[in-house]
């Protein structure tokens, strides 16, 4: 029974992380920008949830405000942070260290607005109940529910949508692209609003069960990171089912060791994919 | 702490936390700076070095208090959280040690690191071990993120720990209602005029009630501000050595909740209590 109620609770954050990590890889997949920012974007957007409730705003309004934060912040740093230093043709590191730079700017002012205490928004949606030997919170289904819905609204988007198809075009060739007569800026500009808006849902479900602090950037864009390095850098598939993966291990973990070992394994998982699997789960391999 | 000693050069240095006042304390005292602490609770952090004074007790007096209050609330098996550092490292010898003379055992235990946020999993754990209670040590922000996740998971066990949890976030949690914690007794209703003053000055310029740690540290200035009119109506420089010896050589003074007093190590005694969470105020229960 501990190993199911671990892997109840490995799926819930699981999917969490998968959500986030999918929208690293869509602006990833799309714009080869290595937006390390994302996690600043998370964060965001749950402290915007935060203050819509705070200031009794509802929680349709709230998550409204969430998504304004979110695809507000992703469409400025890839306006006003990325695209220049692109312009300048500035290397990948130049854009990596930009983006941690705008972490810690995030961070600060989200400390100096919220302070440094925990925030949580407190919802009987979170309190798990006895369901056969285990306990569930509401919030795992709404978690799962969330998760079969976006991922499916956003594979049909990707499929169907001309606006889709254009951004798997972009993510193969950006030359092909511009000789289709398509604006490549217009399409990152949507990459990035998208992949933020996915930030939403797990920074939301984040805020009503584990709380946030102005730090959990950090910690979200790791988990991103290896996700999106594990499921095979810009994959979405790969992203989504790796950052369930990383969930489920972290939580698993638990069962043979403390506590402080579970973000370490996700690492170990990490590693043991640049050893044996380098492309990752859908990743293609790359002939020398 | 180099900056404070160097650049600065400062004589007299508060500080907090376990972990960095170990590592502040070998560069201060070399340099004859008095450290002094009003938030590490760590056992070790007593006699850290002849120029490292605490005004708080430490972790072992509210151990040394909580271990009998769970005694008599028949409570022998007891889940245990603790940070994997200096503090949380002494913090779970003093428990452990202390819990056995009473017969008790901590039946599960497990280290998370300061970095942590999920603890979900050892909700699982606790709840599969079954304990009559669990005690927990972390600080900051942590503490409400522990409690909140495991009051969440279904774990209505009593939970316990100690003063770190004395702060807003925490006290005001709605899951953190009949959470129990050791403190220092509270200052606010001493009727010396020091203490009076303290609080109705805090008051007015807060609109809150002073925390512990707002006592401690005012303290610290104070005793200061004593010491160093007492060094210079004698004539005689005030630095880290004349400062420890004054120190020593009156003991006692008056400061926010009563007069410190102070032993060989420079640590103060202070009364512990064990309180209760209560609608987001703290209400002495032992």
Same mark, same amino acid.
């Given at each position: 029974m501990l190993l199911l109620q671990l892997v109840i609770n490995g799926l819930e954050s699981g999917l969490l992380y998968a959500l986030t990590a999918v929208g690293f890889a869509l602006i990833f997949g799309a714009t080869?920008?290595?937006?390390?920012?994302h996690g600043a974007t998370y964060a965001l957007a749950g402290y915007g949830f935060v203050l819509g409730e705070r200031l009794g705003l509802g929680p349709v309004i709230s998550v409204g405000l969430a998504f304004g934060a979110a695809v507000g912040f992703g469409l400025f740093i890839g306006e006003a942070v990325y695209r220049p230093i692109e312009r300048s043709r500035g290397a990948f590191f130049t854009l990596f260290v930009a983006a941690f730079g705008m972490v810690i700017v995030v961070q600060s002012l989200l400390e100096l607005t919220f302070g440094r205490a925990y925030v949580v928004v407190s919802s009987p949606l979170s309190r798990a109940e006895p369901w056969g030997g285990l306990y569930i919170a509401p919030l795992f289904w709404i978690s799962l529910a969330t998760a079969a819905l976006l991922f499916g609204g956003l594979a049909l988007f990707l499929k169907a949508s001309p606006y889709g198809v254009a951004l798997r075009a972009l993510a193969d060739s950006r030359f092909l692209v511009r000789v289709y007569g398509l604006s490549e800026l217009r399409l990152s500009r949507l990459a990035f609003a998208l992949g933020s808006a996915l930030t939403v849902p797990g920074a939301v479900l984040g805020a009503l069960s584990s709380g946030l602090t102005p730090s959990v950037g950090a910690h979200i864009m790791l988990v991103s990171l290896t996700a999106a390095v594990v499921g095979g850098i810009g994959s979405m598939p790969g992203a989504a089912l790796a950052g369930i993966l990383l969930g489920l291990v972290e939580s698993l973990v638990g069962a043979v060791l403390d506590t402080e070992w579970s973000e370490a394994s996700g690492f170990v998982l990490l590693f043991l994919f640049i050893l =044996?699997?380098?492309?990752? =789960?859908?990743g293609a391999e790359v002939k020398r | 702490m180099s900056k404070l000693v160097n650049v600065d050069h400062a004589i007299y240095v508060l500080v907090g936390f376990t972990g960095v006042s170990k590592a502040a304390a070998p560069i201060a005292a070399r340099a004859k700076v008095i450290l002094v602490n009003g938030g590490g609770v760590g056992?070790?952090?007593?006699?850290?070095?002849?120029?490292y004074w605490n005004v708080i007790p430490l972790a072992p007096d509210e151990i040394k208090t909580i271990v009998p209050y769970l005694a008599s609330r028949n409570i022998r098996r007891l889940a245990f959280i603790y940070v994997n550092d200096p503090f949380g490292n002494g913090v779970r010898q003093s428990l452990k040690a202390e819990f056995a003379k009473t017969g008790g055992a901590v039946v599960i235990e497990d280290a998370i690191t300061p970095?942590?946020?999920?603890f979900t999993a050892i909700a699982a754990r606790i709840r599969d071990a079954a304990p009559d209670g669990v005690y927990f040590a972390s600080y900051g922000a942590q503490q409400a993120e522990i409690i909140k996740q495991l009051r969440d998971s279904g774990i209505t066990l009593p939970l316990f720990t100690y003063s770190g949890a004395n702060i807003p976030s925490v006290e005001t949690l709605p899951e953190a209602e009949g959470l129990v914690l050791t403190t220092q007794a509270s200052a606010l209703s001493a009727d010396d005029p020091v203490t009076q003053r303290f609080v109705r000055d805090w008051r007015a310029k807060y609109g809150t009630d002073p925390s512990a740690y707002n006592q401690n540290y005012y303290n610290a200035v104070r005793l200061f501000a004593l010491l160093a009119a007492s060094l210079e109506a004698s004539g005689k420089p005030v630095d880290g050595d004349t400062l420890r010896a004054e120190l020593l050589a009156r003991r006692r003074f008056p400061l926010v909740g009563g007069e410190g007093v102070f032993d060989d190590l420079c640590d103060i005694s202070m009364k512990i209590v064990v309180n209760r969470v209560e609608k987001g105020k703290l209400i002495p229960i032992a």
């Open positions: 080869r920008i290595f937006h390390f920012a =044996l699997r380098p492309q990752g =789960l859908f | 056992p070790d952090l007593a006699g850290l070095s002849p120029y970095n942590d946020h999920q």
